[in-house]
């Protein structure tokens, strides 16, 4: 930063209207460059002085220690400032690496449970007699029904598959 524009800066720092960036600017300018530094401490005083008086709030005249005090507790914002800004990217770079781990999970989950239908195990204590009468047996009562049965099954995307031409155990699996 140049004389020239921290002497331009001088109104808006007494004002306090310097954005953390400019202030900080400001500041090493200022600890750096003797003139400035007078020049500042010249209009802080006289400002803050006639700004008391006009307010009849004049309660300590020591104006090289407020200009003091300003100057510390503007060094003081800057470091909060920068410590809320380096906070930011700490958590956005927390964001951007727990994010995906989050969608990946989510999306593992939802792939390999699609389909899994939990439910409680219980024990039942009925049991189901002469269901079929004794001149019916199961495996006829399938093979009258076994086209009712198929159709059924695809409309919930499940097919039976027979083993070895029509006979043995039907293995019912999903399509």
Do not use: W
Not at 105 to 113: F, I, L, P, Q
Not at 116 to 123: A, D, L, P, R
């Amino acid at each position: 930063m140049t004389c020239l524009t921290a002497q331009s800066l001088i109104l808006k720092y007494i004002n306090n209207e310097l954005s953390g960036t400019q202030l900080e600017a400001f500041l090493n300018h200022i600890d750096n460059c003797n003139d400035c530094r007078d020049e500042l401490q010249i209009y802080y005083i006289m400002f803050r002085g006639i700004k008391q008086l006009d307010d009849d709030t004049v309660s300590d005249y020591d104006f090289h220690r407020q200009f003091e005090e300003s100057l510390d507790f503007s060094r003081r914002k800057i470091v909060r400032l920068s410590i809320a800004r380096k906070a930011k990217i700490l958590i956005l770079e927390l964001l951007i690496v727990v994010f995906p781990l989050f969608l990946d999970y989510s999306y593992a989950r939802e792939r390999y449970t699609k389909g899994i239908v939990y439910t409680q195990k219980k024990e039942s204590s009925y049991q189901i007699n002469n269901y079929f009468n004794v001149n019916n047996n199961l495996d006829k009562y399938i093979e009258e029904n076994r086209n009712k049965i198929e159709r059924y099954l695809r409309k919930r995307g499940t097919s039976i598959r027979y083993n070895a031409g029509d006979q043995g155990p039907a293995i019912i699996s999903r399509d």
